[in-house]
């Protein structure tokens, strides 16, 4: 079995400034990836980053990071240079390697609030 | 490209009744997934297929089905409708990686 667990409900963040998203989960299985998703109030989850569990760096994708920590089994998002469009409610989610993006399971989410 | 469509966006349906959501996976996907989400429970995974197979199964009753067709073309169908139904539903397809999700459909039982 597999669990995701967000502990900030919300959050709020000034404009241009830095977040960070936390993150930690818990598998059995020896080969995962660790997701993040964005999902605005139009209700689509966005893609954001991916991060296997066998990879040496940490992966980033723009203003986006993912600070993995595999010995504490966290992965925390960092968001660079807040925009507005940052908005949004932010998943954690995990899956067996195999499984290909095929089957997610989600922690319960974050929501972020830019100030401007 | 075009993206993951479903259909429709919205619906408001009574309970007792059964409901069909549909979803168009981007071209070349083989993988459908399907989600619920609500406030209480979250995003929790329901089923997923490929090629017109269920590969994996959720946590749901069996008044949750779903099947997929050749052109990977994806259909859900919830039959008995009750209350704790009503949540947008998301449909994902992938191809080797990452999900792609669609808008969802936001079904309300009333």
């Known amino acids: 079995a597999q669990k995701i667990t967000q502990t900030q409900p919300g959050m709020f963040v000034q404009e241009k400034e830095a977040v960070t998203l936390d993150c930690t989960y818990d598998?059995?299985?020896?080969?995962?990836?660790l997701f993040w998703y964005k999902q605005p109030s139009s209700g689509e989850m966005i893609f954001l980053i991916y991060?296997?569990?066998?990879?040496?760096q940490n992966a980033t994708e723009g203003r986006y990071s993912l600070n993995f920590q595999k010995a504490r089994k966290s992965a925390n998002l960092v968001i660079s240079a807040s925009q507005l469009g940052d908005s949004a409610m932010y998943f954690c989610?995990?899956?067996?390697?195999?499984?290909?993006?095929?089957?997610?399971?989600f922690g319960g989410g974050t929501r972020v609030l830019v100030k401007p | 490209k075009a993206g993951v469509t479903q259909t429709p966006r919205y619906l408001i349906k009574t309970r007792g009744q059964q409901v069909t959501l549909s979803c168009s996976p981007i071209?070349?996907?083989?993988?459908v997934s399907w989600y619920q989400q609500t406030p209480g429970q979250g995003l929790q995974f329901l089923f997923e297929?490929?090629?017109?197979?269920?590969?994996n199964k959720g946590n749901f009753p069996g008044r949750f089905s779903g099947r997929q067709f050749s052109n990977s073309r994806s259909e859900m169908n919830v039959s008995t409708l009750e209350l704790g139904d009503s949540a947008l539903y998301l449909c994902?397809?992938?191809?080797?990686?990452?999900?792609?999700f669609g808008q969802g459909t936001r079904l309300t039982v009333v």
């Open positions: 994902a397809s992938s191809l080797q990686g990452e999900a792609f």
């Open positions: 598998t059995s299985d020896p080969s995962y990836g």
């Open positions: 991060q296997g569990s066998y990879d040496q």
């Open positions: 989610a995990i899956e067996k390697a195999e499984a290909a993006g095929n089957k997610l399971t």
């Open positions: 071209s070349g996907h083989r993988s």
């Open positions: 297929y490929f090629s017109e197979t269920q590969r």
